[in-house]
């Protein structure tokens, strides 16, 4: 089963590499960009065939190494 964990700051936590980005493609002439956040995306194979558990399981990873849930959301999703 392959997953797609995407992590995010969460609302009000500062960004900045957010802001470096928007600020560099502001002076590139992309004045437009009203707001831009930064995040990352993770894509793993797991060998496990029930959603559940695979969830389950990329949950605690989250909780424990990929995402630092103190700053960061994260949304996972799963295919087959």
Same mark, same amino acid.
Not at 15 to 42: C, M, N, Y
Not at 46 to 58: D, G, V
Not at 62 to 79: P, R
């Given at each position: 089963?392959? #997953?797609? =964990? $995407?992590?995010?700051?969460? *609302?009000?936590?500062?960004?900045? $590499?957010?802001? @470096?980005? $928007? ?9 437009? /960009?009203? %707001? ?8 793993? /194979? =797991? &060998? *496990? &065939? &029930?959603? *559940?558990? @695979?969830? #389950? $399981?990329?949950? @605690? ?5 990929? #995402?630092?849930? /103190?700053? %960061? &959301?994260?949304? =996972? *999703?799963?295919?087959?």
């Amino acid at each position: 089963m392959k #997953a797609k =964990i $995407q992590v995010m700051l969460k *609302e009000g936590v500062l960004d900045p $590499q957010g802001k @470096a980005v $928007q600020r560099a493609l502001d002076g590139l002439g992309f004045s437009d /960009v009203g %707001e831009l956040r930064l995040g990352k995306v993770i894509e793993l /194979v =797991i &060998n *496990e &065939n &029930n959603p *559940e558990k @695979a969830h #389950a $399981q990329i949950s @605690a990873m989250c909780e424990q190494l990929l #995402a630092n849930t /103190v700053i %960061e &959301n994260y949304h =996972i *999703e799963l295919s087959e």
